[in-house]
């Protein structure tokens, strides 16, 4: 599910060249802006999750990258290049990445909030996480503080399930409703493995 918003378009990174775009991003805000250091902002989970880049005019922009953890996702890692802000790109990325995360099947959401952005994530929804009713302590990393938040969705749109086509699974991630290369390929039919020798091959490997 790719969004073109005019010049705007959203969408998972697909290519070294997109991650290349994001990390730029996330450079020139995180570490030239809040002096965080090389090895504590990219830890390590940049090629566990799912990392979603806005581009506007083609030029990157913005980016948000997305962990999954069993019944929740984890949104991290926002940024909006300066000369790029006021003009609600983080709420149309923050936007996108749920809506993405729901067609994906899931509900619940879990972003780590510092106190300057902690009213664009409430007016999604977020709270101070508060298990059992007794909120949990702010905490910090990379010298700056932050605040656990979560969000509980009630989603009943469309998503991908065990029930979708199964060409529907293996199409690019986020573009689950429009026809990929491999639908192309399912046209020209299987191969006759016994003819082509593979069945025996396979066979004989079993």
């Known amino acids: 599910m790719s969004a073109h918003d005019d010049t705007l378009t959203l969408g998972p990174a697909r290519t070294m060249e997109d991650l290349a775009r994001v990390y ?10 809040q002096d965080c250091p ?53 709420r149309k990325i923050i936007t996108y990445a749920i809506e993405f995360c729901q067609r994906k099947g899931f509900r619940n959401f879990c972003a780590h909030v510092p106190d300057h952005t902690l009213t664009l994530w409430q007016s999604f929804g977020f709270r101070p ?26 989603y009943s749109g469309e998503q991908v399930t065990l029930n ?17 290369i491999l639908d192309a390929s399912s046209l020209r039919g299987a191969k006759d493995q016994k003819r082509e020798g593979q069945y025996e091959t396979y066979r004989k490997s079993a």
Request: hydrophobic content about 30%; glycine content about 8%.
């Open 129 to 154: 996480a508060a298990p059992n009713g007794t909120p949990k302590s702010a905490f910090s990393f990379s010298d700056y503080e932050y605040q656990e938040c979560h969000l509980y969705t009630d």
């Open 24 to 33: 730029t991003i996330r450079a020139a805000t995180y570490m030239a802006e």
């Open 164 to 180: 979708s086509k199964p060409l529907t699974l293996i199409r690019p991630e986020g573009e689950w409703d429009r026809p990929g």
């Open 38 to 90: 090389y090895d504590e902002e990219f830890d390590g989970n940049d090629f566990v999750g799912t990392q979603i880049l806005a581009s506007e005019d083609g030029n990157p922009v913005g980016c948000i990258r997305l962990r999954y953890f069993g019944d929740f996702v984890k949104l991290e890692r926002l940024a909006v290049l300066p000369s790029c802000r006021g003009k609600t790109l983080a």
